[in-house]
């Protein structure tokens, strides 16, 4: 259904991300790649600005504590 496309969609959304890093010199092992579609909205979907504000990707970065 409508959610699961929404999910598979998120989640290639992170991995184009994940390959645009990987090819600009971050380690792979380094990456981890999550979607997760529809659950997680930071605004509300009655409008188009929350709609708009819910498709995004977000990055953490942390740091290994070791040089890598």
């Not at 909205?41 to 600005?49: G, I, L, R, V």
């Not at 498709?55 to 970065?61: A, H, P, S």
């Amino acid at each position: 259904g409508k959610a699961e496309e929404l999910l598979e969609l998120s989640r290639q959304r992170a991995q184009k991300v994940a390959d645009y890093l990987i090819a600009n010199g971050i380690k792979e092992k380094r990456i981890q790649v999550k979607g997760y579609g529809g659950s997680r909205p930071n605004a509300f979907n009655k409008s188009k600005e929350g709609r708009e504000r819910n498709n995004r990707i977000e990055i953490i970065i942390t740091s290994t504590g070791k040089k890598d």
